[in-house]
């Protein structure tokens, strides 16, 4: 049962736009929740991450956003640059243990 | 953060064969984790490798398919044993630096298996 959904495969911005990725999770007991970088060949790279005490952390041109109600969260990146076409996973844990649950990924495409 | 190295990077190997992968951190971490991710899916951990004890395994992984080793706080292995060409995968190492942080990976192990 995939616990952390990522619905959107893929997503296609120009430069310059705003990016917004999208992650829904099922399990109210998640109260950690990052967004990693993915590019081919690399092990995911970390880029963001937020506690369910807050509904949004900004770092740069990166912002999470966290409607607990609603179990979403999203990824804003702005303005989008070419170098950020890359495989976007949300994760996300509880207190409970350390596991992380990830979602299928997005693959960003920013044309230049 | 720490840097993490994985090897190795990829193989190819004949069915029934075991394969061993290792992961070095350049720092003295506590929690280490090795994941799987297959072909079109998301990263699913496979067990969290604990210093001087047994790994701790997720629903669906076992033992003797997965040893893992975890001799000191800045190493671990884990092997793929008697393959089949279901374990094709990515194999990530991950390592928690601070408590209740981001996990940080490898570049990881993409394995073939003919």
């Known amino acids: 049962d995939q616990q952390v959904k990522q619905n959107s495969p893929s997503l296609s911005v120009q430069e310059g736009r705003i990016s917004i990725l999208n992650c829904d999770y099922t399990?109210?007991?998640?109260?950690?929740f990052l967004w990693y970088k993915k590019y081919p060949a690399e092990g995911p790279t970390f880029l963001i991450s937020?506690?369910?005490?807050?509904d949004k952390n900004e770092d740069g041109r990166f912002t999470v956003f966290l409607n607990k109600s609603a179990k979403h969260l999203s990824l804003h990146i702005v303005p989008s640059q070419p170098g950020d076409s890359a495989v976007y996973f949300c994760?996300?844990?509880?207190?409970?243990?350390?596991?992380?649950?990830f979602g299928t990924g997005t693959s960003l495409t920013v044309i230049p | 953060s720490a840097v993490i190295s994985q090897k190795p990077s990829r193989d190819i190997c004949q069915r029934g064969t075991s394969l061993t992968i290792q992961c070095q951190v350049d720092s003295q971490v506590t929690m280490m984790f090795w994941y799987r991710q297959q072909p079109g899916q998301s990263l699913t951990l496979i067990a969290t490798a604990n210093q001087g004890s047994e790994a701790t395994y997720e629903s669906g992984f076992v033992i003797d398919k997965f040893p893992i080793s975890r001799p000191n706080l800045t190493f671990s292995t884990l092997t793929v044993s008697n393959m089949s060409p279901e374990d094709s995968s990515i194999y990530l190492c991950?390592?928690?630096?601070?408590?209740?942080?981001?996990?940080?990976f490898g570049d990881g192990t993409r394995l073939s298996i003919l």
């Open positions: 994760a996300a844990s509880s207190n409970t243990g350390n596991q992380f649950y």
């Open positions: 991950s390592v928690e630096v601070t408590g209740r942080g981001p996990q940080h």
């Open positions: 937020i506690s369910s005490i807050k």
């Open positions: 399990n109210s007991m998640f109260d950690y």
